[in-house]
C-alpha cells in the first residue's frame, strides 16, 4: 500500500492499482451518525436506518504517521487513518460518530465477487448487498407470488440480498480484494459506476487489501487469511450421504435404496433426536440427545452401519427447548443469553421456545462443547452432523462479553462454528467427523469443514431453486470456502409447491459433480416426492451415486489441493481463464477443479443448454466425446442423466472422465 499526495488530497495504490482517491471537490470518506430500528422475527430482519449525520470529510493533513480527516480547513479532525502495510487501521476523533461510509475507486467494465455467500448474484457490480446473517427468505424474489405468500404469513419472503453467510470482502477484477475487519451490520453498494461505497454502521478495526496477479494466487492470499479446511474424510468418497427422518424405518429403506444399486457413504437422520409437529411441519426436539423411542438401540446400531462402511450422522443447533433435559442443566449453571431483566431469554421459533447457549461465555461454550457434541455425539457414534441456526442470536438479549448483541448477531455463526470444531477436535476426530453449517461470517473458514446451501425452494425458481447453490458455492469458493453442497431436491415446502421427479433428478445430476451429495426430505416429507418413491428417480440417482464414486480420485487430487493451496472444488470459469472476459459473469456453470466444466439443467422442462467454453482451450463432451473449440457458447443435447460436462482435452484425468460414458 502506497500513500501519494495530490492537489487537495492524496491516493492510495496498492500494487499499481489506485485503490482509493480522496479530494476535496470529491472526498471518499464521510462520517456521521445513525439510528437503526431493527426487527427481528425468527430469522428474518426488517432494519431500516434514520440518518442524523452524514458529512464529508472534505480536508485532509499527514500528522506523523497518520492521515487525520475533517470536514474542513481549519476545523478540528474527526476521523484519522494509518498505514501498516497492506492494512488502513480507522480510529474516530469523535465519539458520537457511529456511521462510517468509504468510497473505493471503480473502473468501467469491472466485475465484483465475493460478498460470503450470495446465492442470486455472483456478479455484484450494479447492486447494493447489505451484509447482515439472517434468513435468506421463500422466494427471494418480490415479484413472485410465493416471496408475497411468505412475506404476508410469516415476514419471510426475503429478497436477492439476504443470505446466512454474509462476509464483509470482495474481490476485483482488477486483481485486488478488500476485506473489512467489522462484526456491525454493513452494506457494499457497487451500483455507482465511477466509486464502490462502503456503509459500516460502526467504526471498523481496520481495512485489508489483497493483490495478486492472478486470481488462483488472490484466493490462495483469502484462504489463507481467513482459515482452510482439512481434506475430506475418507468415507465420504464412498457414495451419498442419505437423508432419511423416518425413525428406525430409516434403516430399512437405506438398505432398499442400497439393494437398488444407490451407493451409500453416510446415513444422516437429523431426526435422531426425536420429532415435534408444528403447523410448519415436523419439526425436530431441539434437545441434543438420542431419543430411543423413535431410534431404539441406536448406538448399537450405528457401530453395526460402521463396520458396514457407513457412517450416521444427526443434526444440533445452539439453542436448547424449555421443555427438553438438558435446559434446566444450562440455567441453572447461567449458560443462557439473558433478558433485560436478567432472566434467560427465551426465543420463539414457532410453536415452542428456547433458550440461546451463551457462547461469549467460556463455561458455555466449552460445556456445549463437551457435554453436548463430544458425549452426546461424539462419544455416542456419530460421525458428522448438521450444524444449523448459526444466524438466529437475537439482538436484543444480553451477553457475557458485555458487547451488543448487535455486534455480535454476525460473529455468532464463527463462534458456532468454533464450538463445533472444538470438540471434533478434542476426539481427534478433526478430518474424520463431517459437520456442516449454512451460516458463516468472517472466520468460519478455519472451523467449519463444510458448507451447505441452506433451505432452497423444492423448485425451479430463479432466485431459491437449484440455479442458486451454484452461485452460492462459487461465491463463497473465492473467499476460502475449499467444499460446497447443497439439499438434492431443495427443502422449502409451501404454499402448495412440492417437488417433481425432474427436479429431484436434475439436483441430483448437479450433485454428482460436487464435494459431497446427501439427500433431504425436506420440511414436510410427507407432501413431497422421495427419491425412494419413485423407481425411475431412484434408478437416476444410484446412477448418479456412481457416477460421484467414479469420480473420487479426481476428487481426492482437488481435497488435497484445496488443503495446501485454499481452492475451492467448484471454481468460478474466470478462475483458470482470466485472459477471456466472457467468462467473468457466468453463474450457472462452473470447474469442477481446474478439468471439467459442469453446467447444470436447472431450468424446468429443458433437454438442451447452451453452454459457453472458455478460449484457448479445446473441450471434450463426456457423454458423446465430441470435441469443441473453446472461446464460444455451443448448444448440447441435454437429457436426463446427461447434464452438460465437458473436460479439457489434454487433462492428466482424461481416461477417467472418457469412462463415465460407459456408466
Known amino acids: 500500500m502506497k500513500l ?17 482517491r480522496h479530494t476535496a471537490a470529491a472526498p471518499a470518506l464521510f462520517v456521521g451518525r445513525g439510528i437503526e430500528r431493527m426487527d427481528m422475527y425468527r430469522g428474518n430482519f426488517d432494519i431500516e436506518d434514520y440518518v442524523v449525520e452524514r458529512v464529508a470529510l472534505c480536508h485532509a493533513e499527514i500528522v506523523d504517521d497518520r492521515i487525520e480527516l475533517a470536514t474542513g480547513m481549519g476545523q478540528p479532525a474527526r476521523f484519522c487513518l494509518r498505514l501498516a502495510g497492506n ?30 455467500e450470495q446465492m442470486s448474484y455472483f456478479d455484484m457490480r450494479g447492486r447494493k448487498f447489505p451484509l447482515w446473517t439472517s434468513e435468506p427468505g421463500v422466494g427471494r424474489d418480490k415479484s413472485s407470488e410465493i416471496t408475497f405468500k411468505a412475506d404476508v404469513t410469516g415476514k419471510s419472503g426475503g429478497d436477492y440480498y439476504n443470505t446466512n453467510y454474509p462476509q464483509p470482502t470482495y474481490i476485483s477484477s482488477r486483481r485486488y480484494a478488500t476485506h ?7 452494506v457494499f453498494d457497487f451500483s455507482r459506476g465511477e466509486f464502490h461505497e462502503i456503509e459500516i454502521w460502526a467504526i471498523p478495526e481496520r481495512l485489508e487489501f489483497f493483490a495478486a496477479d492472478t486470481f488462483v494466487a488472490l484466493v490462495g492470499q483469502l484462504s489463507a487469511r481467513f482459515g482452510r479446511q482439512p481434506q475430506l474424510p475418507d468415507w465420504v468418497y464412498g457414495g451419498a450421504i442419505l437423508g432419511l427422518k423416518d425413525g428406525e424405518n430409516s434403516f430399512a429403506r437405506m438398505e432398499t435404496m442400497r439393494a437398488a444399486g444407490v451407493k451409500v457413504s453416510g446415513l444422516w437422520c437429523e431426526d435422531w433426536v426425536g420429532l415435534r409437529h408444528t403447523s410448519f411441519g415436523a419439526r425436530l426436539f431441539w434437545d441434543w440427545q438420542a431419543n430411543e423411542a423413535r431410534y431404539p438401540n441406536l448406538r448399537q446400531k450405528i457401530a453395526q452401519l460402521q463396520d458396514d462402511g457407513i457412517r450416521f450422522l ?33 426465543v420463539d421459533f414457532g410453536e415452542f421456545d428456547c433458550g440461546v447457549v451463551d457462547f461469549t461465555n467460556p463455561e458455555a461454550a466449552d460445556w456445549f462443547a463437551e457435554e453436548v457434541i463430544g458425549k452426546n455425539m461424539l462419544d455416542f457414534g456419530l460421525s458428522g452432523w448438521m450444524a444449523d441456526f448459526g444466524e438466529y442470536l437475537p439482538i436484543d438479549v444480553h451477553l457475557k ?18 464450538v463445533n470444531a472444538k470438540a471434533v477436535e478434542s476426539r481427534g476426530k478433526t478430518g474424520d467427523a463431517l459437520f456442516f453449517m449454512r451460516a458463516g461470517f468472517t472466520g468460519v473458514q478455519a472451523h467449519c469443514p463444510l458448507l451447505w446451501g441452506g433451505d432452497q425452494s423444492v423448485d425451479f425458481s430463479r432466485h431459491d431453486g437449484l440455479v442458486t447453490v451454484m452461485c452460492g458455492a462459487l461465491s463463497s469458493g473465492l473467499l476460502g470456502n475449499a467444499y460446497h453442497h447443497s439439499d438434492i431436491g431443495g427443502y422449502t415446502s409451501l404454499f402448495g409447491n412440492v417437488r417433481t421427479a425432474e427436479l429431484i433428478m436434475r439436483w441430483a445430476e448437479m450433485a454428482a459433480f460436487t464435494a459431497v451429495m446427501r439427500s433431504h426430505e425436506g420440511n414436510r416429507p410427507r407432501d413431497n416426492l422421495q427419491i425412494d418413491q419413485d423407481p425411475q428417480v431412484l434408478a437416476h440417482f444410484a446412477r448418479m451415486t456412481g457416477i460421484y464414486v467414479h469420480l473420487a480420485p479426481y476428487l481426492k487430487v482437488l481435497s488435497a489441493e484445496a488443503a495446501e493451496t485454499g481452492l475451492p472444488v467448484q471454481r468460478p470459469l474466470f478462475l483458470h481463464h482470466e485472459d477471456d472476459r466472457e467468462t467473468y459473469a457466468i453463474q450457472d456453470a462452473y470447474l469442477y477443479g481446474r478439468d471439467l466444466l459442469v453446467a447444470p439443467v436447472w431450468q424446468a422442462g429443458e433437454t438442451t443448454r447452451h453452454v459457453y467454453l472458455p478460449g484457448g482451450e479445446a473441450w471434450v463432451h463426456v457423454w458423446s466425446g465430441a470435441e469443441h473449440t473453446g472461446g464460444q457458447t455451443i448448444t448440447v443435447d441435454a437429457p436426463l442423466g446427461s447434464p452438460p460436462v465437458f473436460y479439457r482435452k489434454g487433462a492428466d484425468k482424461a481416461a477417467l472422465f472418457d469412462a463415465l460414458r460407459t456408466l
Not at 445452539?318 to 441453572?332: S, T
Open 4 to 20: 501519494d499526495l495530490i492537489p487537495g488530497g492524496f491516493t492510495l495504490t496498492l500494487n499499481g492499482r489506485e485503490i482509493l
Open 87 to 116: 492494512h488502513v487501521l480507522t480510529e474516530t476523533m469523535d465519539a458520537a460518530i457511529n456511521r462510517l461510509w468509504i468510497r473505493l475507486v471503480a473502473e468501467d467494465g469491472e466485475h465484483v465477487w465475493g460478498g460470503g
Open 180 to 186: 473489512v475487519e467489522t462484526t456491525a451490520y454493513s
Open 314 to 346: 444427526g443434526y444440533v443447533n445452539p439453542y436448547l427447548c424449555v421443555d427438553g433435559p438438558l435446559f434446566p442443566v444450562a440455567e441453572a449453571q447461567g449458560y443462557f443469553a439473558t433478558d433485560d431483566a436478567g432472566k434467560t431469554a427465551l
Open 401 to 418: 462479553n458485555g458487547i451488543d448483541a448487535k455486534l455480535m448477531h454476525n460473529a455468532w455463526p464463527t463462534l458456532w462454528a468454533e
